[in-house]
């Protein structure tokens, strides 16, 4: 298994985290538009085992 490494995007590729960021509020805004509980989604993931 490969080692994994963290990287702070935010030093490394300033923008493109700050396009990150704002995909996410887009995300988030158009899921709470559709009526969907995000706490209940994250709980999902958290869970979930990908490979």
Known sequence: MAEQ???N???QHPTSHKALI??????KESAAAAGLDLSTTAEFLDQAHFP
């Not at 704002?22 to 995300?27: V, W």
């Open 22 to 27: 704002a995909s996410s509020a887009e995300a």
């Open 5 to 7: 490494r963290h990287v």
């Open 9 to 11: 995007i935010g030093k």
